[in-house]
């Protein structure tokens, strides 16, 4: 069975650092595309970022890109956001997902969320 | 970036009601949509991939279609545990983006 558990979230002050972890089981995972995606209070989702199985091609949104770091750990099935510069508006859920297939974007598997809170 | 436009923003639908969402692309995505369903307190749950693939484990009520610009998640007749909320989401470009969602709810 597959499953993805967050871990890692709190509250931190604006400008403040936090690194997300997602523990990953149930499937070869050094084979699949991962992700992290967030939802902020009563809104809708967001993707944040994407990391390739190798680890060679990442990609972020916009709205993140240059504070936020995905990274993986293949040897230890575990997936990692690593954020910066913590803002009010990167206050959300934050879930780690899996591919349907290796590299297809396709949401399939999603662990439980982590809440990330940023206010002073 | 896509921006992806769902409608209604709101259903109110009874059980056994036939529900139809819409989600419009702001240019081509070709077959690359998927749906989501998620609940309140809930992880979204993969309901239709590249637009009309059902995901596994999914029931046949539910059904994707489109292509291009324009797509459907229908679901043939609600049962109890399908209010909730629906969002869309294309792979054609990154960024990935999502659909503002669409809550379907119980008249």
């Known amino acids: 069975e597959v499953q993805l558990v967050e871990s890692g979230g709190g509250l931190v002050k604006p400008g403040g650092s936090l690194r997300l972890s997602c523990a990953a089981s149930?499937?070869?995972?050094?084979?699949?595309?991962m992700n992290w995606v967030r939802q902020a209070p009563g809104a809708g989702l967001e993707w944040v970022a994407s990391?390739?199985?190798?680890?060679?091609?990442?990609y972020y949104s916009d709205s993140v890109k240059g504070r936020f770091t995905i990274s993986r750990d293949n040897a230890n099935n575990s997936l990692y956001l690593h954020m910066d510069t913590l803002r009010g508006e990167d206050t959300a859920v934050y879930y780690c997902a899996r591919d349907l297939q290796s590299s297809s974007s396709n949401f399939a598997y999603w662990g439980q969320g982590t809440p990330v809170t940023v206010s002073s | 970036e896509v921006v992806l436009t769902q409608s209604p923003a709101t259903l109110s639908l009874s059980p056994g009601d036939r529900a139809t969402l819409s989600c419009k692309a702001s240019q081509s995505v070709s077959s690359f949509l998927a749906w989501y369903q998620q609940k309140p307190g809930q992880a979204p749950r993969l309901l239709v991939y590249d637009a009309s693939n059902r995901a596994t484990g999914i029931p046949a009520r539910f059904s994707g279609s489109g292509s291009g610009t324009d797509f459907t998640l229908t679901i043939s007749s609600l049962e109890p545990e399908d209010f909730a909320v629906y969002y869309c989401q294309q792979r054609s470009d990154w960024p990935l983006t999502f659909g503002g969602g669409t809550k379907v709810e119980i008249k």
């Open positions: 990391i390739s199985s190798s680890s060679r091609q990442i």
């Open positions: 149930g499937f070869t995972f050094s084979n699949y595309r």
